[in-house]
Protein backbone atom coordinates (compact mmCIF):
# COMPACT_ATOMS: atom_id res chain seq x y z
CA UNK A 1 0.00 0.00 0.00
CA UNK A 2 2.86 2.48 0.91
CA UNK A 3 3.93 2.33 -2.64
CA UNK A 4 0.50 2.47 -4.06
CA UNK A 5 0.09 5.79 -2.32
CA UNK A 6 3.84 7.01 -3.48
CA UNK A 7 2.84 6.46 -6.75
CA UNK A 8 -0.38 8.24 -6.21
CA UNK A 9 1.38 11.59 -4.49
CA UNK A 10 4.05 11.08 -8.05
CA UNK A 11 0.78 11.90 -10.35
CA UNK A 12 -1.89 14.53 -7.69
CA UNK A 13 -0.68 18.42 -7.78
CA UNK A 14 -2.67 18.63 -4.98
CA UNK A 15 -2.64 17.44 -1.44
CA UNK A 16 -2.92 13.54 0.46
CA UNK A 17 -3.84 13.71 3.38
CA UNK A 18 -3.39 9.87 5.63
CA UNK A 19 -4.24 9.01 9.05
CA UNK A 20 -0.72 9.20 10.54
CA UNK A 21 -0.81 13.35 9.28
CA UNK A 22 -0.68 15.62 11.62
CA UNK A 23 -4.17 17.66 9.81
CA UNK A 24 -5.89 14.18 9.64
CA UNK A 25 -8.80 15.00 11.85
CA UNK A 26 -8.43 18.93 10.95
CA UNK A 27 -9.06 17.80 7.25
CA UNK A 28 -11.83 15.37 7.93
CA UNK A 29 -14.19 17.43 10.40
CA UNK A 30 -16.94 18.19 8.57
CA UNK A 31 -19.58 20.64 9.72
CA UNK A 32 -21.75 17.89 11.76
CA UNK A 33 -20.12 16.64 14.36
CA UNK A 34 -22.51 13.90 14.87
CA UNK A 35 -20.75 12.07 12.06
CA UNK A 36 -17.12 10.65 12.79
CA UNK A 37 -15.88 8.56 9.89
CA UNK A 38 -12.17 8.10 9.57
CA UNK A 39 -11.63 8.16 5.83
CA UNK A 40 -8.16 5.54 4.54
CA UNK A 41 -7.42 9.01 2.20
CA UNK A 42 -8.31 12.10 1.38
CA UNK A 43 -7.46 13.28 -1.64
CA UNK A 44 -7.55 17.50 -1.88
CA UNK A 45 -7.97 18.00 -5.36
CA UNK A 46 -6.47 21.12 -8.03
CA UNK A 47 -7.90 19.86 -10.86
CA UNK A 48 -9.40 17.20 -13.33
CA UNK A 49 -6.61 15.40 -13.39
CA UNK A 50 -6.39 14.90 -9.99
CA UNK A 51 -10.46 13.57 -9.49
CA UNK A 52 -8.96 11.10 -12.56
CA UNK A 53 -6.06 10.40 -10.67
CA UNK A 54 -7.95 9.62 -7.43
CA UNK A 55 -10.47 7.56 -9.17
CA UNK A 56 -7.80 5.22 -10.38
CA UNK A 57 -6.27 4.62 -7.85
CA UNK A 58 -9.33 3.71 -5.79
CA UNK A 59 -10.79 1.49 -8.25
CA UNK A 60 -7.20 -0.36 -8.48
CA UNK A 61 -7.07 -0.54 -4.30
CA UNK A 62 -11.03 -1.18 -4.40
CA UNK A 63 -11.67 1.70 -1.96
CA UNK A 64 -14.99 3.14 -1.12
CA UNK A 65 -15.50 6.81 -2.40
CA UNK A 66 -17.33 10.18 -1.73
CA UNK A 67 -17.16 13.77 -2.62
CA UNK A 68 -16.71 16.84 -0.63
CA UNK A 69 -17.15 20.12 -1.07
CA UNK A 70 -18.44 22.30 1.34
CA UNK A 71 -19.33 19.11 3.95
CA UNK A 72 -22.76 20.50 4.87
CA UNK A 73 -24.53 17.10 4.18
CA UNK A 74 -26.78 16.23 7.23
CA UNK A 75 -25.90 13.12 7.15
CA UNK A 76 -22.05 13.24 6.67
CA UNK A 77 -21.99 11.71 2.68
CA UNK A 78 -18.78 14.09 1.89
CA UNK A 79 -16.98 11.52 4.24
CA UNK A 80 -16.54 7.15 3.72
CA UNK A 81 -15.36 4.85 6.18
CA UNK A 82 -11.90 3.42 5.64
CA UNK A 83 -12.38 5.00 1.56
CA UNK A 84 -11.40 7.51 -0.57
CA UNK A 85 -12.81 11.31 -0.29
CA UNK A 86 -12.30 12.97 -3.34
CA UNK A 87 -12.15 16.80 -1.78
CA UNK A 88 -12.57 19.48 -4.08
CA UNK A 89 -12.51 22.11 -1.49
CA UNK A 90 -9.35 23.75 -3.00
CA UNK A 91 -10.50 24.36 -6.29
CA UNK A 92 -12.30 27.52 -5.72
CA UNK A 93 -11.73 29.35 -9.33
CA UNK A 94 -14.59 31.88 -10.25
CA UNK A 95 -14.51 34.06 -13.27
CA UNK A 96 -17.73 36.18 -13.81
CA UNK A 97 -18.78 37.73 -17.25
CA UNK A 98 -20.95 41.02 -16.09
CA UNK A 99 -22.06 42.02 -19.26
CA UNK A 100 -23.70 38.36 -20.19
CA UNK A 101 -24.95 38.12 -16.13
CA UNK A 102 -23.10 34.47 -15.92
CA UNK A 103 -20.23 32.66 -13.62
CA UNK A 104 -18.42 29.77 -13.98
CA UNK A 105 -18.00 28.78 -10.26
CA UNK A 106 -15.48 25.69 -9.50
CA UNK A 107 -16.94 23.28 -6.88
CA UNK A 108 -14.29 24.22 -4.11
CA UNK A 109 -16.39 27.38 -3.20
CA UNK A 110 -18.91 28.49 -0.01
CA UNK A 111 -21.92 30.74 -0.71
CA UNK A 112 -19.77 33.32 1.01
CA UNK A 113 -16.96 32.58 -1.74
CA UNK A 114 -20.18 33.43 -4.39
CA UNK A 115 -21.80 35.91 -2.81
CA UNK A 116 -18.35 38.39 -2.33
CA UNK A 117 -17.52 37.46 -6.43
CA UNK A 118 -20.98 37.76 -7.66
CA UNK A 119 -21.83 41.48 -4.89
CA UNK A 120 -19.46 43.51 -6.62
CA UNK A 121 -20.85 43.36 -9.97
CA UNK A 122 -24.51 43.56 -8.22
CA UNK A 123 -25.31 40.30 -9.15
CA UNK A 124 -26.12 37.21 -6.97
CA UNK A 125 -27.04 33.66 -7.12
CA UNK A 126 -30.51 31.87 -6.18
CA UNK A 127 -28.94 30.00 -3.46
CA UNK A 128 -28.72 28.80 -0.01
CA UNK A 129 -28.88 30.73 3.81
CA UNK A 130 -25.90 29.91 5.35
CA UNK A 131 -22.28 31.29 3.82
CA UNK A 132 -20.32 28.21 5.12
CA UNK A 133 -22.69 25.88 2.70
CA UNK A 134 -20.53 24.43 -0.41
CA UNK A 135 -21.70 25.25 -4.07
CA UNK A 136 -21.06 21.67 -4.86
CA UNK A 137 -23.85 19.81 -2.61
CA UNK A 138 -26.60 22.48 -2.17
CA UNK A 139 -26.68 22.71 -6.41
CA UNK A 140 -26.25 19.27 -7.19
CA UNK A 141 -29.76 18.50 -4.29
CA UNK A 142 -31.84 21.32 -5.83
CA UNK A 143 -30.69 24.14 -3.98
CA UNK A 144 -33.40 26.58 -1.83
CA UNK A 145 -32.42 29.91 -0.55
CA UNK A 146 -33.63 33.60 0.34
CA UNK A 147 -34.05 33.95 -3.14
CA UNK A 148 -35.99 30.64 -4.33
CA UNK A 149 -38.84 33.10 -4.81
CA UNK A 150 -37.55 35.14 -7.00
CA UNK A 151 -35.14 33.79 -9.02
CA UNK A 152 -35.66 29.58 -8.49
CA UNK A 153 -33.77 26.96 -7.02
CA UNK A 154 -30.11 27.72 -7.83
CA UNK A 155 -30.75 24.23 -10.14
CA UNK A 156 -33.10 26.76 -12.48
CA UNK A 157 -30.43 29.49 -12.69
CA UNK A 158 -27.46 26.45 -13.72
CA UNK A 159 -26.23 26.32 -17.66
CA UNK A 160 -24.33 23.79 -17.76
CA UNK A 161 -21.37 21.52 -15.60
CA UNK A 162 -17.89 19.90 -16.60
CA UNK A 163 -17.88 16.64 -15.03
CA UNK A 164 -15.42 13.61 -14.48
CA UNK A 165 -17.40 10.25 -14.71
CA UNK A 166 -16.78 7.15 -12.85
CA UNK A 167 -14.90 6.04 -16.01
CA UNK A 168 -12.39 9.16 -15.65
CA UNK A 169 -13.62 10.48 -18.94
CA UNK A 170 -14.24 14.39 -18.76
CA UNK A 171 -17.46 15.93 -20.09
CA UNK A 172 -19.72 18.65 -20.59
CA UNK A 173 -23.34 18.95 -19.48
CA UNK A 174 -25.80 21.10 -21.20
CA UNK A 175 -28.79 22.02 -23.05
CA UNK A 176 -27.12 20.73 -26.30
CA UNK A 177 -24.35 17.91 -24.82
CA UNK A 178 -25.47 15.18 -22.75
CA UNK A 179 -28.49 16.02 -22.12
CA UNK A 180 -29.90 13.22 -20.22
CA UNK A 181 -27.05 13.96 -17.68
CA UNK A 182 -27.87 17.43 -17.62
CA UNK A 183 -31.69 16.95 -16.63
CA UNK A 184 -30.34 14.47 -14.04
CA UNK A 185 -27.69 16.65 -12.06
CA UNK A 186 -30.57 19.58 -11.36
CA UNK A 187 -31.68 17.94 -8.39
CA UNK A 188 -30.55 14.15 -8.66
CA UNK A 189 -27.12 14.90 -5.84
CA UNK A 190 -23.79 13.39 -6.34
CA UNK A 191 -24.82 10.37 -8.00
CA UNK A 192 -23.47 10.59 -11.52
CA UNK A 193 -20.22 11.97 -11.46
CA UNK A 194 -17.25 14.72 -9.78
CA UNK A 195 -18.72 17.89 -10.91
CA UNK A 196 -15.74 20.32 -10.83
CA UNK A 197 -17.15 23.49 -11.78
CA UNK A 198 -21.22 25.13 -12.51
CA UNK A 199 -21.95 27.78 -15.23
CA UNK A 200 -24.97 29.71 -13.70
CA UNK A 201 -27.01 32.50 -14.87
CA UNK A 202 -27.27 35.82 -12.65
CA UNK A 203 -30.22 37.99 -11.41
CA UNK A 204 -29.77 41.51 -10.53
CA UNK A 205 -29.33 41.50 -7.00
CA UNK A 206 -27.39 44.01 -4.59
CA UNK A 207 -29.14 45.43 -1.79
CA UNK A 208 -32.02 44.09 -0.09
CA UNK A 209 -34.73 45.02 2.65
CA UNK A 210 -34.30 41.60 4.79
CA UNK A 211 -33.67 40.34 8.80
CA UNK A 212 -35.80 38.89 11.44
CA UNK A 213 -38.75 39.69 13.09
CA UNK A 214 -40.50 38.05 16.05
CA UNK A 215 -43.62 37.31 17.51
CA UNK A 216 -44.79 35.38 21.07
CA UNK A 217 -44.68 32.25 21.26
CA UNK A 218 -48.32 32.59 22.31
CA UNK A 219 -49.15 34.14 18.96
CA UNK A 220 -47.80 31.14 16.94
CA UNK A 221 -51.42 30.09 15.48
CA UNK A 222 -52.37 33.56 14.23
CA UNK A 223 -48.75 34.21 13.00
CA UNK A 224 -48.28 31.21 11.25
CA UNK A 225 -51.77 31.52 9.32
CA UNK A 226 -50.97 35.83 9.11
CA UNK A 227 -47.53 34.81 7.12
CA UNK A 228 -49.28 31.73 5.00
CA UNK A 229 -52.04 34.26 3.84
CA UNK A 230 -49.86 37.29 3.05
CA UNK A 231 -46.85 35.30 1.02
CA UNK A 232 -49.86 32.76 -0.58
CA UNK A 233 -50.76 36.49 -2.28
CA UNK A 234 -47.55 38.56 -2.30
CA UNK A 235 -44.80 39.53 -5.60
CA UNK A 236 -41.59 37.16 -5.85
CA UNK A 237 -39.85 40.26 -4.31
CA UNK A 238 -41.54 39.01 -0.87
CA UNK A 239 -39.88 36.55 0.65
CA UNK A 240 -39.70 34.48 4.06
CA UNK A 241 -39.14 31.46 5.91
CA UNK A 242 -40.81 30.87 9.13
CA UNK A 243 -39.73 29.46 12.03
CA UNK A 244 -39.68 28.39 15.94
CA UNK A 245 -36.92 29.17 17.88
CA UNK A 246 -35.19 29.52 21.17
CA UNK A 247 -33.94 33.21 20.80
CA UNK A 248 -29.75 33.21 21.23
CA UNK A 249 -28.31 35.29 24.51
CA UNK A 250 -25.80 37.31 22.70
CA UNK A 251 -26.36 41.00 20.99
CA UNK A 252 -27.41 42.00 18.59
CA UNK A 253 -30.99 40.48 20.47
CA UNK A 254 -32.61 42.43 23.37
CA UNK A 255 -31.88 40.83 26.69
CA UNK A 256 -35.45 40.79 27.57
CA UNK A 257 -35.80 38.42 25.04
CA UNK A 258 -32.64 36.23 25.80
CA UNK A 259 -33.41 32.15 25.80
CA UNK A 260 -37.11 32.74 25.31
CA UNK A 261 -38.82 30.20 22.82
CA UNK A 262 -40.50 32.46 19.93
CA UNK A 263 -41.96 31.97 16.64
CA UNK A 264 -40.44 34.42 13.51
CA UNK A 265 -40.02 34.91 9.82
CA UNK A 266 -36.72 35.90 8.39
CA UNK A 267 -37.84 38.06 5.61
CA UNK A 268 -36.06 39.10 1.88
CA UNK A 269 -37.51 41.56 -0.23
CA UNK A 270 -36.21 42.46 -3.24
CA UNK A 271 -38.37 44.92 -4.90
CA UNK A 272 -37.66 48.64 -5.07
CA UNK A 273 -36.37 50.00 -2.02
CA UNK A 274 -38.63 53.15 -1.60
CA UNK A 275 -41.94 50.50 -1.92
CA UNK A 276 -40.12 48.45 1.32
CA UNK A 277 -42.23 50.78 3.95
CA UNK A 278 -45.49 50.34 2.11
CA UNK A 279 -44.97 46.27 1.97
CA UNK A 280 -44.37 46.06 5.24
CA UNK A 281 -46.61 48.16 6.58
CA UNK A 282 -49.14 45.45 6.99
CA UNK A 283 -46.68 42.79 8.28
CA UNK A 284 -45.84 45.61 11.03
CA UNK A 285 -49.44 46.03 12.06
CA UNK A 286 -49.72 42.58 12.69
CA UNK A 287 -49.00 41.63 16.59
CA UNK A 288 -47.01 43.97 17.02
CA UNK A 289 -43.19 41.84 16.57
CA UNK A 290 -41.69 41.96 19.39
CA UNK A 291 -38.58 42.01 17.84
CA UNK A 292 -37.97 43.88 14.06
CA UNK A 293 -34.60 43.61 12.51
CA UNK A 294 -35.70 44.09 9.32
CA UNK A 295 -34.01 46.65 6.96
CA UNK A 296 -31.81 47.44 3.88
CA UNK A 297 -28.30 45.63 4.14
CA UNK A 298 -25.54 44.15 0.75
CA UNK A 299 -27.07 40.28 -0.03
CA UNK A 300 -24.18 38.98 1.33
CA UNK A 301 -24.89 40.21 4.89
CA UNK A 302 -28.06 38.84 4.86
CA UNK A 303 -26.88 35.11 3.48
CA UNK A 304 -24.14 34.97 6.28
CA UNK A 305 -26.33 36.28 8.74
CA UNK A 306 -26.54 33.08 10.55
CA UNK A 307 -23.72 31.55 10.52
CA UNK A 308 -21.53 32.89 13.55
CA UNK A 309 -24.60 31.18 15.17
CA UNK A 310 -24.25 28.11 13.56
CA UNK A 311 -20.40 27.34 13.12
CA UNK A 312 -18.75 24.10 11.94
CA UNK A 313 -18.66 21.44 14.82
CA UNK A 314 -22.09 20.83 16.38
CA UNK A 315 -23.84 18.07 16.52
CA UNK A 316 -26.38 18.09 13.90
CA UNK A 317 -29.74 15.70 13.53
CA UNK A 318 -32.07 16.53 10.56
CA UNK A 319 -35.09 15.46 9.48
CA UNK A 320 -37.68 17.12 6.81
CA UNK A 321 -40.90 16.65 4.74
CA UNK A 322 -42.48 19.04 1.59
CA UNK A 323 -45.63 20.52 3.21
CA UNK A 324 -48.18 22.12 0.82
CA UNK A 325 -50.74 23.85 2.92
CA UNK A 326 -50.22 24.88 6.77
CA UNK A 327 -54.31 23.57 7.74
CA UNK A 328 -55.55 23.92 10.89
CA UNK A 329 -54.21 20.59 11.77
CA UNK A 330 -50.74 21.25 10.50
CA UNK A 331 -50.40 24.30 12.51
CA UNK A 332 -51.59 22.60 15.81
CA UNK A 333 -48.69 19.70 15.41
CA UNK A 334 -45.72 22.37 14.69
CA UNK A 335 -47.23 24.42 17.75
CA UNK A 336 -47.01 21.47 20.04
CA UNK A 337 -43.28 20.58 18.85
CA UNK A 338 -42.30 24.05 18.04
CA UNK A 339 -42.69 25.32 21.28
CA UNK A 340 -40.64 22.56 23.03
CA UNK A 341 -37.70 22.83 21.61
CA UNK A 342 -34.95 21.20 23.05
CA UNK A 343 -31.77 23.59 22.85
CA UNK A 344 -30.77 27.03 21.73
CA UNK A 345 -29.59 25.89 18.46
CA UNK A 346 -32.56 23.48 18.00
CA UNK A 347 -34.98 24.75 15.15
CA UNK A 348 -37.69 24.23 12.34
CA UNK A 349 -37.66 26.20 8.88
CA UNK A 350 -40.61 26.47 6.46
CA UNK A 351 -38.51 27.27 2.97
CA UNK A 352 -40.93 28.66 0.45
CA UNK A 353 -40.44 26.84 -2.90
CA UNK A 354 -43.52 28.65 -4.65
CA UNK A 355 -42.53 32.30 -6.66
CA UNK A 356 -40.40 31.14 -9.33
CA UNK A 357 -39.98 27.74 -8.44
CA UNK A 358 -43.28 26.54 -9.49
CA UNK A 359 -42.39 28.59 -12.98
CA UNK A 360 -40.83 25.34 -13.63
CA UNK A 361 -42.62 21.96 -14.26
CA UNK A 362 -41.72 18.88 -11.98
CA UNK A 363 -40.17 16.96 -15.12
CA UNK A 364 -37.89 19.71 -16.18
CA UNK A 365 -35.54 18.52 -13.66
CA UNK A 366 -34.63 16.24 -10.95
CA UNK A 367 -35.87 17.85 -8.57
CA UNK A 368 -39.92 16.98 -8.65
CA UNK A 369 -41.67 18.73 -6.03
CA UNK A 370 -42.78 21.84 -7.92
CA UNK A 371 -46.37 21.51 -6.63
CA UNK A 372 -44.90 22.35 -3.03
CA UNK A 373 -45.37 25.28 -1.32
CA UNK A 374 -42.31 24.75 1.47
CA UNK A 375 -39.57 22.40 2.22
CA UNK A 376 -39.66 22.28 5.89
CA UNK A 377 -36.95 21.36 7.63
CA UNK A 378 -36.59 19.95 11.74
CA UNK A 379 -33.14 20.25 13.38
CA UNK A 380 -32.20 18.90 16.51
CA UNK A 381 -28.60 21.11 17.35
CA UNK A 382 -26.26 21.24 20.13
CA UNK A 383 -22.74 21.67 20.48
CA UNK A 384 -22.55 19.16 23.34
CA UNK A 385 -22.27 15.25 22.87
CA UNK A 386 -24.29 14.85 25.70
CA UNK A 387 -26.98 16.51 24.30
CA UNK A 388 -27.07 14.20 20.92
CA UNK A 389 -29.60 11.64 21.96
CA UNK A 390 -31.85 14.92 23.59
CA UNK A 391 -31.92 17.04 19.80
CA UNK A 392 -31.77 13.49 18.42
CA UNK A 393 -35.04 12.13 19.66
CA UNK A 394 -37.38 15.67 19.70
CA UNK A 395 -36.69 15.78 15.90
CA UNK A 396 -37.89 12.30 15.10
CA UNK A 397 -40.66 12.68 17.62
CA UNK A 398 -41.72 16.47 15.63
CA UNK A 399 -40.97 14.58 12.11
CA UNK A 400 -43.18 11.92 12.61
CA UNK A 401 -46.07 13.75 14.19
CA UNK A 402 -46.00 16.04 10.85
CA UNK A 403 -45.71 13.07 8.28
CA UNK A 404 -49.99 12.48 8.35
CA UNK A 405 -49.69 16.51 7.19
CA UNK A 406 -46.99 16.40 4.75
CA UNK A 407 -46.56 15.62 0.95
CA UNK A 408 -43.89 12.36 1.24
CA UNK A 409 -40.68 12.27 0.42
CA UNK A 410 -38.03 15.15 1.12
CA UNK A 411 -35.73 17.72 -0.30
CA UNK A 412 -32.61 15.63 -0.24
CA UNK A 413 -30.01 18.01 1.35
CA UNK A 414 -31.80 17.42 4.24
CA UNK A 415 -32.05 13.90 4.30
CA UNK A 416 -29.86 11.43 7.12
CA UNK A 417 -29.47 8.25 5.74
CA UNK A 418 -33.72 7.25 6.04
CA UNK A 419 -33.53 3.86 3.28
CA UNK A 420 -34.39 3.66 -0.49
CA UNK A 421 -38.19 4.31 -0.11
CA UNK A 422 -37.17 7.51 1.03
CA UNK A 423 -35.22 8.49 -1.58
CA UNK A 424 -37.50 6.80 -3.74
CA UNK A 425 -40.41 9.27 -2.33
CA UNK A 426 -38.18 12.24 -2.98
CA UNK A 427 -37.90 11.83 -6.65
CA UNK A 428 -41.99 10.44 -7.04
CA UNK A 429 -42.26 10.20 -10.64
CA UNK A 430 -38.84 11.31 -11.62
CA UNK A 431 -37.07 8.22 -9.86
CA UNK A 432 -37.14 5.38 -12.86
CA UNK A 433 -35.76 8.43 -15.01
CA UNK A 434 -33.02 8.65 -13.11
CA UNK A 435 -32.11 5.28 -12.38
CA UNK A 436 -31.96 5.05 -16.35
CA UNK A 437 -29.23 8.09 -16.89
CA UNK A 438 -27.53 6.51 -13.36
CA UNK A 439 -26.93 3.25 -15.39
CA UNK A 440 -25.66 5.27 -18.36
CA UNK A 441 -23.03 7.07 -16.50
CA UNK A 442 -22.71 5.07 -13.30
CA UNK A 443 -23.38 1.48 -14.41
CA UNK A 444 -21.36 -0.35 -11.11
CA UNK A 445 -22.39 2.42 -9.00
CA UNK A 446 -19.39 3.33 -8.20
CA UNK A 447 -20.83 6.71 -6.63
CA UNK A 448 -22.97 5.46 -4.25
CA UNK A 449 -21.88 7.51 -0.56
CA UNK A 450 -24.84 9.89 -1.18
CA UNK A 451 -28.53 9.31 -1.60
CA UNK A 452 -28.12 7.05 -3.95
CA UNK A 453 -30.24 5.77 -7.07
CA UNK A 454 -29.43 2.37 -7.82
CA UNK A 455 -28.56 1.17 -11.34
CA UNK A 456 -30.25 -1.25 -12.97
Known amino acids: MEQAIKQLKNVIKGTIILPNDSNYDEVR ?32 NNLEVSIRSGGHNGAGLALVENGLVIDLSGMKNI ?31 PSGIIGTTGIGGITLGGGIGYLSRKGGLTIDNLLECKVVLASGELVTANKDENTDLFWALRGGGGNFGVVISFKFKLIEIKNVYAGPMFWPIEKAKEAMMFYDN ?34 GVVWNYTGPIEKADEVFKPIREFGPPILDFVGEIPMPALNGMFDALYPPGMQW ?6 IKELTPECIKTNIDHGSKIPTMHSTTHFYPVDGAC ?56 FMMNEGQERIKAAYKGNYERLVKVKTKYDPTNFFHVNQNIKPN
Request: with cysteine; aromatic share 12%.
Open 358 to 413: HDVSNNETAWSNREARWAQVIVGVDPDPKNADKVTNWCKNYFDDITPHAMGGAYVN
Open 29 to 60: SIYNSMIDKRPAIMVKCQNSDDIKNAIKYAKK
Open 230 to 263: LTKNASNDLYGFFAFLIVPPAEPFPEHLWNKNVC
Open 317 to 322: YWRAHY
Open 95 to 125: SIDAVAKTAIIQSGNTLNDVDAATHEYGLAL
